[in-house]
């Protein structure tokens, strides 16, 4: 009880000493605009004190890296500021400033440029044109879908788009840039606000296709492998710190480093999410590329790092997944979602795109990924393999 009371006192000293300071600035803003009143405040010192206030933050931050706190004493009364916490706090909004721009800078091209011009143009000619995120299991979506698509449905034109974020790619799809791509429904669910706690898959579904249907998109059916993301540890420091579980990080993420892809960082079923779920705040968060997470972490320049289930890298015994108690992430399964429009002036196109349904497991997605990643395998040559083996493509069989 008296850490509590202690830590409302200085909070609210704290928020007196900020609102004294911002009326302080707006006092002295005031005299340079000339009002009347503050004319006998001489201009000198008022510019002199302007200046000092105006660059206090900006010494507060850089003196954190040399001086750990600062105390005030007046009337008997303490006051501590920790600078390192000063530095630290900017440096999270920072980085989640960061993150959200990132994520939400992608979807601007198609969002200026509007409809795609052309799209009617290239439907009559039977092409397509396929979107992808940048994981190097979308890589391998995207071919599968573009091979199994030529073989199934005769004389269509298949393009690959450049791979992209999220919110792009979405963007894109709904504004005829590409024509389709494979999404995730943890994904889909917080483009739309749905709620997949105690839900079936069934349901969840539906409500995805009420709300596709007054965009001009349509979600298929589930190809089968889950993409679910991971918390990942160094295995070494999970059994020094007894962490099983996100929640365990909660004790010691004020001192720890978490590294993700900036498209996680600003998503609220990610890290801003996750935030709020577990009340983790860690030191830093880091955006950083999806090839570059685990090497982040081997390397101890991360020490959480957002992982896949897809991600070969699991099976090593020096990292341990962490356990996901309250279930804040919803299965993420993957499952193309295409253009209504592209739908309807290509025909075969859907029924070529149902046929995948329940085509792979995410034990076999693991292998591919395995695979593409090991010295830069080509991703069209193991997506044709896959579906031959899978007996999708058969010499002599035609789709049609």
């Not at 340079?32 to 002199?48: I, K, S, Y």
């Not at 040399?66 to 600078?83: D, H, N, T, Y």
């Not at 390192?84 to 959200?100: G, H, I, N, P």
């Amino acid at each position: 009880m008296t850490d509590r009371r202690s830590s409302f006192k200085n909070t609210f000293v704290i928020q007196i000493g900020l609102l004294s300071y911002l009326l302080v600035m707006l006092v002295l803003v005031l005299a340079e605009l000339g009002v009347p009143w503050l004319a006998d405040l001489h201009r000198t010192n008022r510019v002199l004190l302007l200046v000092g206030l105006f660059y206090l933050p900006l010494f507060l931050l850089l003196a954190g890296g040399v001086v750990r706190s600062v105390s005030l004493k007046a009337s008997g009364q303490e006051i501590r500021i920790e600078l390192t916490e000063v530095k630290r706090d900017v440096m999270r909004a920072e980085s989640r400033l960061f993150a959200q721009t990132s994520n939400s800078e992608q979807a601007l091209w198609p969002l200026l440029a509007g409809d795609d011009p052309s799209c009617n143009r290239r439907w009559n000619d039977r092409r397509i044109i396929i979107g992808s995120k940048m994981q190097s299991s979308q890589r391998f979506f995207a071919h599968l879908i573009a091979e199994w698509l030529k073989h199934a449905v005769p004389g269509l034109i298949v393009e690959l788009a450049p791979p992209s974020g999220s919110l792009k790619a979405f963007a894109d799809l709904k504004l005829h840039w590409i024509d389709l791509y494979v999404e995730y429904t943890g994904t889909a669910y917080q483009y739309f606000g749905i709620q997949h706690q105690d839900r079936s898959l069934e349901t969840l579904l539906h409500d995805l296709d009420g709300f596709g249907q007054s965009l001009g998109l349509c979600w298929l059916s589930p190809l089968g492998a889950s993409e679910g993301y991971r918390l990942v540890v160094r295995r070494k420091f999970a059994e020094a710190e007894g962490i099983v579980s996100i929640a365990d990080l909660a004790r010691t993420a004020g001192r720890l480093v978490f590294a993700a892809n900036p498209d996680f960082l600003g998503r609220p079923d990610g890290y801003l999410g996750l935030q709020d779920a577990y009340g983790l705040f860690f030191r830093n968060a880091e955006p950083c590329s999806i090839t570059d997470r685990y090497a982040m972490l081997f390397d101890q320049h991360a020490d959480v790092v957002l992982g896949y289930d897809s991600d070969p890298e699991l099976g090593s015994k020096a990292i341990l997944p962490l356990e996901d108690p309250v279930h804040f992430f919803p299965d993420y399964r993957a499952l193309p979602v295409a253009s209504t429009a592209a739908l309807k002036h290509v025909p075969g196109l859907e029924p070529a795109l149902r046929a995948l349904k329940a085509c792979m497991t995410t034990e076999e997605l693991t292998q591919q990924v395995q695979r593409l990643q090991r010295k830069n395998g080509n991703a069209r040559e193991l997506a044709e393999r896959f579906l031959r083996d899978k007996g999708f493509i058969q010499p002599g069989r035609s789709f049609s």
